[in-house]
């Protein structure tokens, strides 16, 4: 399990920061990056986090009715309550029980990568005589099944080893739109990102892929998970993100975080698919 590895911080999109900015373009999108109206101002380039890739993950769920690769219901941590009282309740005579289920660390376990955000799924306990069908808690229309991007990000050598170096956070937001309408602007940071603490990252750097960047200095790179539930049956709304990583440094009044120096956030839909190996590596 990963509990320790990665911790929920919630970050305030500001971007009068030290982050640096470049107009740089994704090779191969399948949806352009939308303009956002926080623009980063000056005009060196930063190289301490970038966005390398985005492309398919996997689907998953976690209900036993599904078509998706499924992830077993008890490797979640139900909140407020337990496995054993879920269990042990009988809809029959007890009457409905909605329970929500924190399945980050099993899709962690799961797949070996990091989730970007907590995944969280509600549902009901179903009926005893349907729970060899459905499972223990089931879940209306699609939800508790997911589709999910990679996310490779290239951190560098040089800010992962430096000692004010706190981790690799991001702006995350997250919403809805009908999809034959254009989509929105970027929105408030509500998707709930998770911040990977120096700690984790420095651990488990040696086992990432070293590359070199477009100046020559080196770098990690890192894989994280971008996930979201499919779209409810009947709805012509799909969900969507903007997103943009930092890299975190000092304590107190001198924390600060230096961000992708691309203009515009990044947006993510289900057939978004980029490379941008040839802005931001060495060739």
């Known amino acids: ?11 305030a999109l500001t ?14 999108s399948t949806e352009e990056t939308e303009t956002s109206a926080d623009r980063i101002e000056t005009a060196a380039r930063n190289e301490d986090v970038q966005v390398l890739k985005v492309y398919n993950g996997k689907s998953f769920t976690f209900s036993k009715n599904s078509i998706y690769d499924r992830i077993v219901q008890e490797a979640c941590n139900p909140e407020g309550t337990t496995w054993a009282a879920i269990k042990a309740h009988d809809t029959t005579s007890a009457g409905w029980l909605n329970v929500t289920l924190d399945c980050t660390d099993a899709v962690a376990a799961k797949f070996g990568i990091a989730p970007m955000r907590a995944i ?25 099944s997911f589709w999910s991007k990679t996310v490779e990000l290239v951190v560098k050598q040089s800010a992962i080893d430096a000692p004010t170096f706190n981790g690799v956070g991001f702006y995350l937001n ?110």
């Open 15 to 28: 971007f009068s920061l030290l982050a640096v900015a470049a107009t740089t373009g994704c090779a191969t």
């Open 120 to 144: 969280k799924v509600s549902g009901s306990r179903t009926k005893i005589s349907e729970e060899g069908y459905y499972g223990y808690v089931g879940f209306s229309n699609s939800a508790g």
């Open 174 to 283: 997250t919403f809805s739109y009908r999809y034959y309408e254009a989509r929105p602007a970027p929105g408030a940071n509500n998707g709930n990102a998770y911040f990977q603490f120096a700690a984790k990252v420095r651990a488990e750097a040696n086992a990432y892929p070293a590359v070199t960047l477009a100046s020559g200095e080196q770098a990690r790179v890192i894989k994280v998970m971008l996930p979201s539930e499919y779209a409810s049956g009947g709805t012509s709304s799909v969900p969507a993100f903007y997103f943009r990583p930092f890299a975190e440094y000092g304590s107190g009044v001198d924390k600060h975080q230096r961000w992708d120096s691309v203009v515009a956030d990044y947006f993510v839909g289900t057939s978004t698919d980029f490379n941008r190996e040839g802005d931001v590596l060495r060739h």
């Open 1 to 11: 399990m990963l509990t320790s590895s990665y911790t929920f911080r919630s970050c």
